[in-house]
Nanobody
Framework: VQLQASGGGLVQAGGSLRLSCAGS????????RGWFRQAPGKEREFVAA????????YYADSVKGRFTISRDNAKNTVYLQMNSLKPEDTAVYYC?????????????????WGQGTQVTVSS
């Protein structure tokens, strides 16, 4: 399984970005996917996750109401729509895929990680 994240960039506070995470491998549609982020000097943290069917979605409190995760299994892609961006959202954003069980909020639950995409929000 390979994951390719894209869509990051520089945006002013209050703006929007849409991240994409394209997956390769025929088993993509059977597994959950998550987004995490890591700001300079900080630990990687959970942002959002979606189950394989999309029937359950999870968000960190800090992004609820502003970010929306979705997936298109036909395109093997998961999206993160980010609105009302704040400077504190600045980080490298990573997508990840989990194969087994485990809590969607926890980093160790994920088996595959993509390279990050930088999101910078200016004030």
């Amino acid at each position: 399984v390979q994951l390719q994240a894209s869509g990051g960039g520089l945006v002013q506070a209050g703006g929007s970005l849409r991240l994409s995470c394209a997956g390769s491998g025929r088993t993509f549609r059977y597994y959950g996917r998550g987004w995490f982020r890591q700001a300079p000097g900080k630990e990687r943290e959970f942002v959002a996750a979606i189950t394989r069917t999309g029937d359950s979605i999870y968000y960190a409190d800090s992004v609820k109401g502003r970010f929306t995760i979705s997936r298109d299994n036909a395109k093997n892609t998961v999206y993160l729509q980010m609105n009302s961006l704040k400077p504190e959202d600045t980080a490298v954003y990573y997508c990840a895929q989990k194969i087994g069980g485990g809590n969607y909020y926890y980093i160790p639950s994920y088996d595959y990680w993509g390279q990050g995409t930088q999101v910078t929000v200016s004030s």
